[in-house]
């Protein structure tokens, strides 16, 4: 990969020496405010290739170009040991849960018997057999939705309990930073993601690093939501760059001619009744809502003991982490069937080479037309993503209680409706039991269409029941719960998570649209309303 | 090595791309499909140099490019047939100006029943007429896929007509499907002798809606700014009669055009649709929509339009240089 970039490096785009310029200027920035013995280490090094590039000759530039990206691919590869991989998965799903455990090493060395099972609360569904049956004919690439830190564990559980072999998968940085985690993480496939690090040439090595591991056969997983869900909707408009991987690894597999060169894209929504990270998200949703955040590195995930909190309360109640796999489809965007052929919309079969071919049937990469590809791509996924989206009561609890408060507020936008309050900021249990009745009647047209799916628990439910139930999950997690019921009336006591919460069915354009606007915009990234 | 090009149709839009693809001077062969055996023997006569096929899998066969010649209610039957034998290298040009039920775009019907990505729309100023009077003539062509604009390009190499590129395939196609129901508009103001000053603001408002139409459905703001839009307006429709103002006239002299397979008729009806569902602010197309359901309110239709505030264009903000 090393020889590879620096070949590409010198071939094309601007000079080596500005190619490291600009890499020690990016990384000298970043260091700036990064502290710790990893960011101790990193200054060393780009103090000692700022020194060198001073007087480097073109043979020293490509040494230093060399030894950059060496830097750069060193930190995200890690090390993967086949024999840990083994061990961990060969044990089983308990062993998962010890996985969980390692988020806490004192529970660890305590033992860990009281550990809830992730058997019980992960359901798995969708089209998992043909998922893996393209898997004998090709490469997967898994693109999961992105809610919280735990969907790695969770999305590594899924592959493991379907049978699947592992999967390559890029994590944050800040997810190694507990060293048991980090070590489980790094033998079960994780590289790592330093989403700090803002160095184009850092991101082409991260870039390679996929694609060669694509062609070389391996199955990897990528969040194309790139970072986890702020407002707790379903992603609307993905990162598309590791999606077009792809392509280019389909593009090299046919210029090889190796006998299985074809790559299958398969999106899996990961829904959750409570979301462990719930408070920390939507508080930086609406702080910097539009603008480009900062990189949560602090939040619930990194304290171990709401993440047990998290996990037995979830057990208890009796919720559900439901995994959906969607249909595959190739890195067009057309669907497959079970042999890995695609289809046109007609289900006719598509010879798909020929998408990628010159004038002279050759096979070549074009960044424009590869770029449309993988533009498509992300369509249809996102399409996938909201239809094996499971709504649950928590979400639809939420969905009436917040819509309420809107048609009381009718003037205030939603900014300030969550931030502020508006002046009715409860409302009477009976008209929640029927805004609740409504929607779940727009959601069961929704799921008899195969648009959505509803958790098995609220398809023929009662509104009552779906409130109760709803209420019971917020309040037995959160610090204060998103709605209390007090007597006749449902109270917002912390209309941040209602909100949250009630975003999970944006998209859908159940109540109160089509009367109102979405409460966020209609890729989902930003506020809407009004 | 010859640029192969498979035409299918036989109708007027046929025959202005055929005079188009005979006046180019590249290295290309056009292969010919019809449905009807006539028509191809007919077009066979006139154009000596395209060689005529039996079936549309023998037209095109190895095409590069592949144009569906053929007005828009008739799309997605013609290339239903044409997926079944289509190819995902090949590029289809299509011109068509109107939208189906739903407010379903062109590319979006071609792109529903074949495999085909690298869809070519051809739009802006274009009139069969004009090719061969040896004036320069200019037309909008939209893709997604930039590769796929150089091959039409290549294949209209030396004719007069200057091809302005754009990736906004969904503008131009919005801008030609709604042209259609401004040029309705502008014949039914003609003909109830509402004035100049009248048809320059129903055609201004046809823009500002044909905008709001293509905002709504992800297009560019500057494509009706550009040749798609404005460029297509002041030729088309102040200076010229066409068919569809033709219609709009006798529509408010009261002739119904009800079944009517005008693009401007369905594009008319689909718009509507689109302006439910999406809660869209477009006056004069409802008006336009409910003369068609009811000829004789064409005068009261057009005065409540043109009762109303004018809105303003959104212009594209100016390049910072």
């Known amino acids: 990969m090393v020889a590879q970039l620096v070949r590409r490096a010198e071939t094309s785009g601007p000079p080596l020496d500005e190619v490291l310029a600009e890499a020690i200027y990016h990384e000298q920035r970043r260091l700036h405010d990064d502290h710790g013995k990893r960011a101790d280490a990193d200054r ?60 806490s090493p004192k529970r660890l060395l305590g033992g860990f018997g009281s550990f809830p099972s992730l058997d019980d609360a992960v359901i798995l569904q969708g089209d998992i057999d043909h998922a893996k049956k393209l898997e004998q004919q090709g490469t997967l690439i898994l693109v999961p939705t992105h809610m919280s830190n735990l969907d790695s564990i969770i999305i590594g559980f899924a592959i493991l309990k379907m049978g699947l072999p592992p999967f390559i998968y890029g994590a944050g940085l800040n997810l190694f930073s507990n060293p048991m985690i980090g070590y489980f993480m790094h033998n079960l496939g994780a590289y ?39 407002s707790g909707a379903v992603e609307g408009k993905l990162k598309l760059g590791l999606l077009g991987a792809g392509i280019s690894a389909y593009v090299e597999n046919l210029k090889r001619g190796v006998p ?22 939507i508080d930086d949703f609406l702080k910097d809502v539009g603008k480009s955040r900062y990189i949560i590195s602090d939040d619930e995930f990194s304290k171990p ?67 449309e590809y993988t533009r498509e791509v992300g369509e249809r996924v996102v399409e996938s993503f909201l239809r094996d989206n499971v709504i649950m009561g928590t979400h639809v609890t939420a969905r009436a209680v917040f819509g309420l408060l809107r048609k009381y507020n009718p003037k205030l936008p939603i900014i300030r409706l969550v931030r502020a309050g508006g002046q009715h900021e409860d409302v009477e249990l009976l008209e929640v039991y029927a805004a609740v009745d409504k929607l779940l009647a727009e959601l069961r047209a929704l799921a008899l269409s195969k648009n959505v799916r509803l958790d098995p ?74 | 090595m010859a640029l192969e090009i498979a035409m299918i149709g036989g109708g007027r839009l046929a025959e202005v791309m055929a005079r188009l693809l005979s006046a180019a001077k590249g290295d290309i062969r056009v292969r010919h499909w019809a449905r009807n055996p006539e028509v191809r023997e007919k077009f066979g006569e006139r154009y000596p140099s395209f060689s005529r096929h039996d079936s549309v899998q023998d037209a095109t066969k190895n095409a590069r490019i592949v144009v569906l010649a053929v007005p828009t209610h008739a799309l997605e039957e013609v290339a239903t047939r044409y997926g079944e034998v289509a190819t995902a290298d090949q590029v289809v040009l299509h011109a068509c100006r109107g939208a ?87 014949g039914m103001s003609d003909a109830l002798e509402l004035g100049d000053t009248a048809r320059g603001l129903l055609l201004t408002r046809g823009l500002v809606e044909a905008q709001r139409v293509g905002l709504a459905l992800g297009a560019d703001a500057a494509t009706f700014a550009g040749i798609a839009g404005l460029g297509e307006l002041i030729p088309r429709k102040v200076s010229s009669m066409e068919r569809h103002q033709e219609a709009g006239a ?48 064409a005068r009261a239709a057009l005065e409540s339009v043109l009762a109303l505030d004018l809105d303003d264009l959104v212009l594209p903000r100016p390049a910072v240089r």
């Open chain 1, 260 to 281: 299985k060169p074809k790559l299958f894209i398969v999106p899996a929504t990961l829904s959750y009744e409570l979301t462990l990270e719930a408070e920390t998200l």
């Open chain 1, 44 to 103: 060393v090094f780009w103090r000692d290739i700022k020194h060198r590039l001073g007087r480097a000759s073109d043979r020293t530039q490509r040494e230093l170009l060399e030894e950059v990206i060496g830097h750069y691919a060193g930190e995200i590869v890690g090390n993967f040991d086949p024999k840990v991989y083994g061990a961990v998965t060969k044990a089983g799903p308990p062993a998962l849960g010890l996985l969980l455990n390692a988020v």
């Open chain 1, 457 to 530: 628990r609220i398809e023929r439910a009662r509104p009552e029941d779906v409130v109760e139930d709803g209420l019971r999950h917020f309040a037995i997690y959160h610090t204060t719960p998103a709605v209390t019921r007090r007597g006749d009336r449902v109270f917002a006591t912390d209309r941040n998570l209602l909100f949250y919460y009630q975003n999970r069915l944006e998209g859908l354009g159940v109540w109160p649209e089509p009367e109102m606007s979405g409460a966020l915009s209609k890729d989902r990234r930003t506020l809407g309303g009004s």
């Open chain 2, 250 to 297: 006798e529509l408010a002299r009261g002739k119904s055009l009800a079944g009517s397979i005008l693009e401007g008729v369905t594009t008319a009806h689909a718009a509507v649709e689109l302006s439910n569902k999406r809660r869209l602010k477009l006056p004069l197309l409802r008006a336009v929509a409910s003369t068609l359901e009811n000829p004789a309110t």
């Open chain 1, 192 to 230: 790592t993601v330093d989403r700090k690090k803002t160095d184009p040439l850092y991101k082409d090595v991260l870039k390679s690093y996929c694609g060669i591991t694509l062609e070389n056969d391996y199955d990897n997983i990528f969040f194309p939501g790139g970072t986890r869900s702020r």
């Open chain 1, 305 to 371: 003991k709401r993440v047990f909190d998290f996990l037995t309360s979830l057990l208890s109640l009796e919720s559900r982490i439901y995994v959906t796999v969607s249909k595959p489809m190739d890195p067009f965007g057309n669907p497959v069937d079970l042999e890995g052929n695609s289809l046109d919309p007609m289900g006719r079969i598509i010879d798909t080479s020929r998408y990628v071919v010159d004038d002279h049937g050759v096979p070549v990469t074009d960044e424009a037309r590869d770029a």
């Open chain 2, 100 to 186: 189906g039920p739903g407010f379903v775009l062109p590319h979006k019907v071609i792109r529903g029943v074949t495999c085909a990505r690298k869809i070519v729309t051809l739009g802006g100023p274009l009139h069969g007429r004009d090719l061969g009077s040896g004036r320069s003539l200019a037309a909008a062509v939209a893709s997604r896929f930039p590769q796929a604009i150089d091959a039409v390009r290549a294949m209209t190499a030396g004719t007069p007509v200057k091809l302005h590129p754009t990736q906004d395939i969904v503008g131009v196609e919005v801008a030609g499907a709604m042209s259609n129901v401004w040029a309705l508009a502008s």
